[in-house]
């Protein structure tokens, strides 16, 4: 039972462009959203991170839009660049804390020159 | 000021021995997470434990794995009698309890 879902599988955007990764999920007892960055033979690393009580979150070019009746959110990564190349994956966890993270399936994402 | 600390990075075992991976949390860090990441998958939760503690380990196998996190030293996560099908990436993860969660570089485990 995968209950957070993750699109697309692979994602390929010319710099400069936008990159957009959406996820949803199930359980409505999900109460923290993070965004983790993950780069061949690493390990995650958050990104960003939200909570339902907020409808978008921004970090420099990172921004994550959360829609909770629909129970989805996104990643937003603006003015993409080539280091932004890496798998991304969206998590969520009950408890407001980091702790049992669910994760996606990861999105590969490609900034081409 | 270390992140967390994994060992082995690379692990080549043959079917039917033993795994250990160890897994050192950050400094000040008491909350310990192990996951599992099959190739081009997500992160699987495996088992949750504080100092002495097993918290929750409703992710782990019911047979061959077990983990602990004694007072002194790392956190292992053990599989006997390794299959291919264990061949994977396993991370672990420390909190403090309620903040963000820092991964380790993961140790690749490859069955033979």
């Known amino acids: 039972q995968q209950q957070v879902k993750q699109s697309p599988q692979s994602l390929i955007v010319q710099k400069g462009g936008i990159s957009i990764i959406n996820c949803a999920y199930e359980?409505?007892?999900?109460?923290?959203f993070p965004w983790y960055q993950q780069f061949p033979g690493k390990g995650p690393a958050l990104l960003i991170a939200i909570r339902p009580d907020v409808s978008e979150k921004k970090e420099g070019r990172f921004t994550i839009s959360f829609n909770k009746s629909a129970k989805q959110f996104s990643l937003h990564i603006m003015d993409s660049q080539p280091g932004d190349s890496a798998t991304y994956f969206c998590?969520?966890?009950?408890?407001?804390?980091?702790?049992?993270?669910?994760f996606g399936t990861g999105t590969r994402l490609q900034v081409t020159l | 000021n270390a992140g967390v600390m994994q060992n082995p990075r690379h692990l080549v075992r043959r079917r039917g021995q033993e795994a250990r991976l160890r897994c050192s949390p950050m400094?000040?860090?008491?909350?310990v997470y192990w996951y599992r990441q099959l190739p081009e998958e997500g992160l699987k939760f495996m088992v949750y434990l504080q100092k002495e503690n097993i918290i929750d380990e409703s992710g782990m196998p019911k047979e061959r794995f077990s983990a602990e996190f004694p007072k002194e030293g790392p956190s292992i996560l053990r599989i006997q009698q390794v299959v291919r099908g264990d061949s994977a990436a396993y991370f672990c993860?420390?909190?403090?309890?309620?903040?963000?969660?820092?991964f380790g570089q993961g140790t690749r485990l490859t069955v033979v």
């Open positions: 359980n409505t007892a999900f109460d923290y």
């Open positions: 400094k000040g860090h008491s909350h």
């Open positions: 998590a969520a966890s009950k408890d407001g804390t980091a702790s049992k993270l669910t």
């Open positions: 993860a420390s909190t403090r309890g309620n903040t963000e969660a820092f």
